[in-house]
């Protein structure tokens, strides 16, 4: 039978607005986040990071914002171009001093450029 | 640098088959970890290694799945037997030393079990 995917959330924008990506986590002891992109065929790629001792970091084009009081994460990209089109996934981290550890993925956006 | 190298990209095999895939890290990198991607579950966490230990892997679904880092730049993740389920994207990753850095993923291999 058919099988039964994720019900990734799309979000659709037209080109030259601006996006918001929401993400909840569930660690409140995650002290690191990230958000990556992923194009069709591709492997995760990094866009922008955030340690839990800020609320806000900017990049090009790209703005993380991080509410440890609700457990959210939000990424901002402004003035959306078509090659932002792809699936943007939160990892959360919780360092614990011994080496470097997984990070956990969220389920993903998939954002829509429309012309 | 040439970024974390995964091979093959693609591959079908028979249920019952073994399969291996192969990963290079970046060099220099000391942290490894192991992802399947499918639709229904997204991204899991299977496996990784801190200086070539396996640290965590409670993500390996069964005992079908091994995975080993024989040295700093490769490792391998076996499925023997492979079955339908295994089906997916598997992806390698890795960190470098400075704590808290984010993972450079490899492009992947789909594996296809018919």
């Known amino acids: 039978g058919e099988s039964v995917g994720l019900h990734l959330p799309t979000l659709s924008v037209q080109e030259g607005d601006n996006s918001i990506i929401n993400c909840a986590y569930s660690n409140s002891a995650s002290d690191y986040f990230i958000w990556y992109k992923q194009e069709s065929g591709k492997g995760p790629q990094f866009i922008i990071d955030i340690r839990s001792n800020m609320d806000k970091r900017q990049g090009q084009r790209v703005t993380v914002l991080l509410n440890k009081t609700v457990k959210h994460l939000s990424l901002q990209i402004a003035a959306t171009q078509p090659g932002d089109s792809a699936v943007y996934f939160c990892?959360?981290?919780?360092?614990?001093?011994?080496?470097?550890?997984?990070?956990?993925f969220g389920k993903g956006t998939h954002l829509i450029i429309q012309p | 640098d040439a970024g974390v190298i995964q091979s093959p990209r693609h591959e079908v095999t028979e249920m019952g088959q073994e399969v291996t895939l192969r990963c290079k890290p970046i060099s220099g990198h000391n942290s490894l970890f192991w992802y399947r991607q499918t639709m229904m579950r997204g991204l899991e966490l299977l496996i990784y290694?801190?200086?070539?230990?396996?640290?965590?892997d409670s993500g390996m679904p069964e005992d079908r799945f091994s995975a080993k880092m024989p040295n700093a730049s490769f490792s391998t993740l076996k499925i023997q037997p492979s079955e339908p389920r295994d089906s997916a994207v598997y992806f390698c990753?890795?960190?470098?030393?400075?704590?808290?850095?984010?993972?450079?993923f490899g492009q992947g291999t789909r594996l296809t079990v018919v």
């Open positions: 990892a959360e981290n919780q360092y614990s001093g011994g080496g470097a550890d997984g990070l956990t």
């Open positions: 990753a890795s960190r470098g030393r400075s704590g808290n850095t984010e993972a450079f």
């Open positions: 290694f801190n200086n070539n230990v396996p640290i965590d």
